[in-house]
């Protein structure tokens, strides 16, 4: 499967306001992200373990995540996040957070 066959996984956004939002992202066997940058400092949270494949603009990289060990990325990074799987969902929430001096 070329990366022009993969079908964009599902986004659910359960919350979202200035200060933060939380999006709930279900992707089936090969499925995508898609390509994007985060504005915003984030949290990833798995919800299943998962076979993951990142791309970025001069890179592919190959991760395993493990159900309920958490993830910091900072903001800024292009991105896409591949479900690697021939057999298994995954899901995961994504928290990202306005970062303030108004705390």
């Given at each position: 499967m ?17 200060r933060?939002?939380?999006t709930r ?6 499925e995508?992200?898609?390509w ?9 949270v798995p919800?299943?373990?998962?076979e993951?494949?990142?791309e970025?603009k001069?890179s ?6 493990e159900?309920?060990v ?6 800024g ?5 591949v ?11 994504e ?7 108004n705390?």
């Open positions: 070329t990366e022009n066959d993969r079908q964009q996984g599902e986004a659910t956004v359960q919350i979202e306001n200035d933060v939002r939380v992202w279900s992707l089936n066997p090969k995508e992200t898609g994007h940058q985060h504005a915003w400092d984030y949290t990833v919800m299943d373990n998962g993951l494949m990142i970025t001069d592919v990289a190959y991760s395993t995540a159900r309920g958490s993830y910091f990325r900072r903001a990074a292009i991105h896409n996040v479900n690697n799987s021939d057999d298994s969902a995954y899901t995961f929430l928290i990202e957070v306005m970062m303030t001096d705390v």
